[in-house]
């Protein structure tokens, strides 16, 4: 490592369920707004960027990244790059910039993640023979053993039994996921992070959720006493997220003095069985690293898939409850797949930013297959 990164500007756009507001709009055709929404917060120029890095789960192949940065009118000479880690993918994409400017390898790369399970691709196997016909499914798998390849929500579900997290405690979360989104919306914040898109300036889903309504949404995997339901699980949508991650001293040149410094990060994995334990793997390895403990963050921001997730984490790690997901999670928002860890790190960035210089923060989210990412951050003042 030869040098800090710092994260000067961040932006993402509304999220929208699957249908909704974006259905016409390709993954590429959300980023590019956003792009342009961070070059002009940080005051960059596209001749600034070296390198743009997006994830992307759900397109099966080309190169989103490219296409946003063209569209964005980046110059032809910035390379760009996707990459794939499922619901990893928009924090990874971050984490990988981070890296690049550490290393001295670059000192201005936008990352993030940009899905639209709207305009996602139809996925078919290619037949083996002329006579055969193509076969659709819905996913390729995470696992090479189809016993070690559960459904996600059979998996969340089997933790909820497992962790006899009651269907009702679920619910409470996800009732209280809604309130806390509706708040942030009503005192009209919400606002500040998000780049209008097709007309829709705020998070579309979040909406006034009792526990009563709740717990009649219909279980989707388990039984009735813990079981996952479609009110304890994320709504699938489609959304862009993207962060400027700069080295100190391009910061510094362009007059950037505030921002998150990025104080590490953590790719691990874990159990493909239970996928939404791999968060606490990499939070507790970022933990050690930071020499530190879990709940010593100021800020937490939470993947909430599946709402037994994000408790089992908060219950085994010991994380003060009040300090996650402050505005509402993807429970109330939706999960855009390869944006959903982009969006946590947004998230992350303008609650710090309107706080005092020195207060930290996590952000934190599981993917298919057992993998969990962490990053770990810092609200500074580079003019001190």
Known sequence: MTGSAVIVAARRTAVAPRGGAFRHLQADELAAPVIEAVLADAGLAGTDVDQVILGNALYGGGNPARLAALRAGLPETVPAMTIDTQCCSGLDAILQAVRLV?????????????????RSAIRMHRPNTQEEIPVAYDRPPFSPWPDRDPDLSEAAADLARLREISREAQAAFAVESHRKALAYLEWGKGGSEIVPVAGLSTDAFARKLDLKTALRAPVIAGDRETGVTAATTAVEADSAAIVAVLSEKKARDIGRITGLLVLEGVMAAGDPTQPALAPQIAIRQLAEMLDTEPNA?????????????????????????????????????????GASGAILAVRLFHDLKSRKAGQTGLAAIAAAGGLGTAVAVQGIDLSA
């Open 102 to 118: 550490e290393a001295g390898a670059a000192d201005c790369v936008l990352a993030g993640g940009a899905e639209s399970f709207s």
């Open 297 to 337: 963050f100021d800020a937490v921001e939470l993947m909430e898939a599946y709402a037994v997730q994000a408790l089992a984490t908060v219950t085994d790690l010991r994380i003060d409850p009040a300090r996650v997901n402050l505005h509402g999670g993807a429970l109330s928002r939706g999960h855009p797949i």
